[in-house]
């Protein structure tokens, strides 16, 4: 199944699943909390990997998936791997913070004022990448600095998700739950961890002693999926 951190079909799923729907839903960019990661221009790179594993993508599309991923896997290689100093740069009219510290062609990208063409001459084999590919690079370097700190936040996501709450779990035994929690987690019935803290007025105190309570020897189990 998809999840919220890798499509906007996973997000929409677990809307309808979890909170329901009181009028009709449509889907916003802004219902994901993991709008970074979830773009247009790594689809492809995000979804069809998906699709090759459930067999719903034919042969010729897979063979050119991989052959774009491999593209994409060695051109993010060659970009980190080549370094300049700031005094190197500076001769090439980049300038740099001048720390002494040695940045690559995927660090410089990440730039807002830097581009392809400005690394492509200190670095000409960058300028001769494929355009498509030239472009993804740019694009992922630009957004790398942000991305980081969502994967963190997917990581802990998915931790939640990987908790099951029992299906009979009786809330009523789960000290320190408000009447009111007791009641949305009943009616919910939510699968996981994670599921239980996007109910709606479900307070963060709430989630830790559920979360302390699913814990305890004997309550509850991790494993090692996410719902």
């Not at 919220?4 to 219902?31: C, H, K, N, Q, W």
């Not at 472009?135 to 990987?162: C, N, S, W």
């Not at 009979?168 to 739950?177: E, F, M, R, T």
């Not at 994670?194 to 494993?223: C, K, V, Y």
Request: charged share 25%; hydrophobic share 45%.
């Amino acid at each position: 199944m998809f999840d919220r951190a890798e499509s906007y079909l996973g997000v929409m799923i677990d809307d309808l699943v979890t909170r329901g729907v009181t009028e009709p839903y449509r889907m916003f960019t802004s219902r994901a909390e993991y709008r970074l990661t979830l773009r247009a221009d790594n689809a492809d790179q995000r979804l069809t990997g998906r699709g090759i594993e459930i067999g719903c993508v034919g042969a010729e599309r897979a063979g050119l998936y991989r052959a774009r991923m491999a593209a994409l896997d060695a051109a993010r290689s060659l970009a980190r791997s080549l370094t300049v100093t700031p005094t190197e740069a500076a001769r090439h009219g980049l300038a740099l913070n001048r720390d002494g510290q040695r940045r690559s062609a995927f660090d410089l990208l990440a730039y807002p004022t830097i581009g392809l063409a400005d690394v492509a001459r200190i670095w000409p084999e960058l300028g001769a990448l494929d355009p498509a590919i030239a472009a993804q690079i740019e694009i992922d370097a630009k957004y790398a600095v942000y991305l980081d700190r969502q994967h963190a936040d997917i990581a802990a996501f998915r931790r939640d998700e990987g908790i099951t709450v029992p299906e009979d779990l009786d809330y009523a035994a789960v000290p320190g739950l408000s009447n009111e929690a007791r009641q949305k987690l009943t009616a919910a019935r939510p699968r996981t961890l994670g599921q239980a803290g996007r109910l709606d007025g479900l307070t963060p105190a709430a989630l830790m002693l559920l979360a302390a309570h699913l814990r305890r020897p004997g309550r509850g189990r991790d494993t090692a999926g996410a719902a």
